[in-house]
């Protein structure tokens, strides 16, 4: 039997194989990189919508769009989120109205070319470029306002 040097001896006391100690020891070599730094983890953002006149909420999820809309069952069209549920203002509601969606950390709305404009504060979105959101925006499609809040 082969006498084993103290490196070995230690190893073999703790379990441990003189290979993966050496592995996990063994210094790098000049220019030879170390592991890659995986980038920090985004923490999952989560966007919340309140509907003022009905209460109701809808929650974004940052790997999801939200299209907001009027659903149109003659065209097949139903929108993430249907807004003909919310009573008589729902008819200023283009049937593919506006889009939330998350990128580079934060939530965006855009309007998709409606007819009664998206409303950010207040003030009317040029169709086709994204707005950022904050928490505590007010947002309107056509005459339906509805709260966000950002988590």
Same mark, same amino acid.
């Given at each position: 039997m082969s006498e084993l040097n103290p490196l070995e001896l230690e190893s073999a006391k703790e379990g441990v194989s003189p290979e993966v100690e050496r592995w996990q020891t063994a210094p790098l070599a000049e220019g030879e990189a170390g592991l890659e730094e995986l980038p920090p983890a985004t923490p999952a953002a989560? #966007?919340? !919508?309140?509907?003022?006149?009905?209460?109701?909420?809808?929650?974004?999820?940052?790997h999801q769009t939200c299209e907001i809309g009027?659903?149109?069952?003659? #065209?097949? !069209?139903?929108p993430d989120l249907d807004l003909s549920q919310e009573g008589p203002e729902a008819i200023w509601v283009s049937r593919r109205h506006a889009r939330i969606f998350y990128h580079d950390g934060h939530f965006y709305i855009e309007d998709l070319g409606s007819t009664n404009g998206t409303y950010l504060n207040n003030k009317r979105l040029v169709s086709g470029l994204p707005y950022a959101l904050q928490d505590g925006d007010e947002l309107r499609f056509g005459r339906i306002i509805a709260h966000v809040h950002i988590e």
């Open positions: 989560l #966007l919340r !919508l309140r509907i003022a006149h009905t209460g109701r909420r809808i929650e974004v999820r940052s009027r659903s149109d069952p003659s #065209l097949g !069209l139903v």
